[in-house]
């Protein structure tokens, strides 16, 4: 038997640490706390193993006076009567002083930006603290900002947009930012203070959803019991129809995901067996309250534990190498939960290696294709054939939209269109569908020549591209009757077109030079901003804002494409060119529209650190314009 250590003091002096005064058969402190029960058993040698309490170590009326001496009295005190009532013991909460990493390591940090232990291990630029630490509020030069390799730090404020991104291609908003920089000093400290938290990690703060959402959250793990997952989804299901029908009439509308008919009947069925469904289409019911949740005035929290409960659920599925046609619906409404919710730059990035994943599990289940393999003995009724292409459709329609925002190429190549192409004609069953299905082709070309960074687009493609997307506006105002599926997509042409004009409408003599461009280039703006005024102006409690967040970037594109065209005094602002469907404001109506979206943007600037930096930046450049105009 091995040797055991005689243990003297009694168990509950052993387990507080505290010091005992051996006295039998209840020491003074035990007598204090009225717990004779932790008492040295002689009969078991003195070999007790301290027990689990949750009471306090400390006696409830601690003595005082000369009859204790060192926490050892000279003789045993009077017994105290118990108190009246169940104890209350209250635990101090206390900051975290430590960086979130060495806190969740548990092990010592040495408290400094970045930390020792991180910065030794290579995550110095991941380090950072859950309060307001040090004179910049506990900042540190984000990950996507360059490294100095001399060690001067005075250009970091604008780091982000002029130096680290150099992948990105023509559609994002850092080549209108070079092109103001030709114009104006970016060291200057209008600017300069404008863009100070552009370098900065509190791109993070104020996330509804977790950057790596839906990977390895740590709030999804109190969901990966099934029954923490239906006593949530009952304790709002007196809430549930109200959330359904917010997100179809807001979200499902313009990114289609749900066949609405089986999804009713599905529902139905599982409030009559909760444990009848499988988990790939409770993490799709979960993503749909989730979202309808979040569509509240509110917005509450509760959003956010339902988001987290479908992220438990998708991740116990095999949905990397075996995906289902729910798991990929699943995957499409978390890419849009992404833009909705947390309408950063960050966000932005995060969800097109999302889609990339996306991408890559649709091929693997063969969404793309319209029939199944030769001898594979499977068969695709009418029905699931719609689904599939709708779906489809739906998440090319995401990948295009997000790599024009973020100016990434397109994960999907025009070449693997093949399938999209030979579907036929869908008829008039869906209207957004159809447009869906006739332009995504021609903006998928565009935008990957365009973002490729290969041969630069000549100005006759540029013409012939005009004249189909044109074509295809004018078919989606005709064909959309949904107020929100005709904004959309003529916010998603109509930046497209931005993008396509871009290199000439921009030239110092795009006027006279590239006439069509140049004109097209500031209608498009302005068309873009005007959408902007009617997805934030209406009702509050309609929340059309949420509709207009998944182009929030495209609508800053806007902004800073309107602010060149009238950045010089002499840049001619009214007339227009031969072939556009509206005349071109002047100089003050165009200052007026800026203006008015402005003041809409700086009411969401308190939301994130994204959307202050934008209204500051977009603040301190409309204050640079001049008023008027030589030539009007």
Request: charged share 20%; glycine share 4%; proline share 8%.
């Given at each position: 038997m091995p040797h055991m250590r005689e243990v003297k003091t009694c168990d509950r002096c052993r387990h507080f640490k505290r010091r005992c005064d051996l006295i039998k058969p209840s020491c003074s402190r035990c007598l204090l706390a009225d717990d004779s029960r932790n008492s040295l058993d002689p009969s078991n040698g003195g070999l007790i193993s301290p027990t689990t309490s949750i009471e306090s170590p400390e006696p409830l009326n601690p003595p005082s006076g000369p009859g204790e001496t060192?926490?050892?009295?000279?003789?045993?005190?009077?017994?105290?009567?118990?108190?009246?009532?169940?104890?209350?013991?209250?635990?101090?909460?206390?900051?975290?002083?430590?960086?979130?990493r060495c806190h969740r390591l548990k092990v010592k940090c040495d408290k400094e930006l970045p930390c020792g232990r991180c910065k030794s291990s290579g995550n110095g630029r991941e380090c950072y603290y859950t309060y307001n630490k040090g004179p910049n509020g506990g900042k540190f030069p984000c990950p996507?900002?360059?490294?100095?390799?001399?060690?001067?730090d005075s250009k970091s404020a604008i780091a982000t947009w002029q130096v680290s991104h150099k992948v990105r291609g023509s559609s994002h908003w850092r080549d209108l930012m070079a092109k103001i920089g030709a114009h104006i000093s970016l060291e200057s400290s209008p600017l300069a203070s404008a863009l100070e938290?552009?370098?900065?990690?509190?791109?993070?703060?104020?996330?509804t959803l977790p950057g790596n959402f839906p990977f390895g959250t740590p709030g999804a793990t109190k969901y990966f019991a099934k029954d923490a997952v239906t006593r949530l989804i009952e304790s709002e299901r007196a809430n549930c129809s109200a959330y359904i029908t917010r997100y179809v009439y807001l979200l499902d509308s313009v990114s289609p995901v749900l066949d609405l008919e089986n999804f009713h009947k599905e529902v139905e069925q599982y409030w009559n067996d909760p444990n009848g469904v499988s988990l790939c289409w409770l993490s799709q019911f979960l993503m749909v309250l989730g979202l309808g949740c979040f569509a509240s005035v509110e917005e509450p929290h509760q959003a956010t534990e339902l988001m987290m409960a479908a992220e438990a659920c998708l991740m116990q599925t095999p949905f990397m190498f075996r995906p289902t046609l729910l798991s990929l619906k699943t995957l499409t409404i978390m890419v849009?939960?992404?833009?909705?919710?947390?309408?950063?730059?960050?966000?932005?990035?995060s969800c097109w290696s999302l889609l990339g994943l996306l991408v890559r599990t649709a091929f693997i289940y063969g969404l793309p294709q319209e029939q199944p393999l030769p001898g594979s003995g499977e068969t695709i009724d009418a029905k699931e054939r719609c689904a599939r292409r709708k779906l489809w459709l739906t998440i090319l329609y995401l990948d295009i939209k997000v790599s024009m925002s973020t100016g990434m190429p397109p994960l999907t190549r025009p070449d693997e269109l093949g399938s999209l192409r030979a579907m036929g004609e869908w008829g008039e069953p869906d209207s957004f569908q159809m447009v869906l299905y006739r332009s995504l082709p021609t903006v998928l070309t565009i935008l990957g020549q365009l973002n490729s960074k290969q041969d630069p687009i000549s100005y006759p493609d540029v013409l012939r591209y005009n004249t189909q997307i044109r074509e295809l506006m004018a078919h989606a105002n005709s064909v959309c009757n949904d107020q929100l599926q005709r904004i959309t997509v003529d916010v998603f042409l109509r930046r497209s077109l931005m993008v396509l004009y871009r290199p000439f409408a921009l030239h110092a003599d795009g006027p006279t030079l590239f006439p069509e461009a140049y004109w097209g280039s500031l209608?498009?703006?302005?068309?873009?901003?005007?959408?902007?005024r009617e997805l934030w102006g209406c009702d509050p409690t309609q929340r059309l804002d949420l509709v207009g967040r998944a182009f929030v970037l495209d609508f800053f594109s806007a902004a800073l494409t309107a602010c060149l065209h009238v950045l010089s005094k002499e840049a001619p602002l009214a007339g227009g060119a031969a072939g556009l469907s509206c005349e071109v404001p002047p100089r003050k109506i165009i200052?007026?529209?800026?203006?008015?979206?402005?003041?809409?943007?700086g009411g969401e600037r308190d939301k994130s650190v994204c959307w202050r930096t934008g209204y500051n930046l977009l603040l301190v450049i409309l204050d640079l314009l001049p008023e008027t105009s030589v030539v009007e």
């Open positions: 060192g926490g050892i009295f000279d003789s045993p005190p009077e017994p105290v009567a118990p108190p009246s009532g169940p104890r209350v013991i209250r635990k101090r909460k206390r900051n975290c002083l430590s960086c979130l996507t900002a360059p490294i100095s390799s001399t060690g001067d938290d552009v370098a900065t990690n509190a791109c993070l703060a104020n996330f849009v939960a992404k833009q909705v919710c947390n309408a950063t730059c960050w966000s932005v990035d209608e498009c703006s302005l068309a873009l901003l005007v959408h902007y200052l007026e529209t800026l203006r008015s979206c402005i003041d809409i943007w």
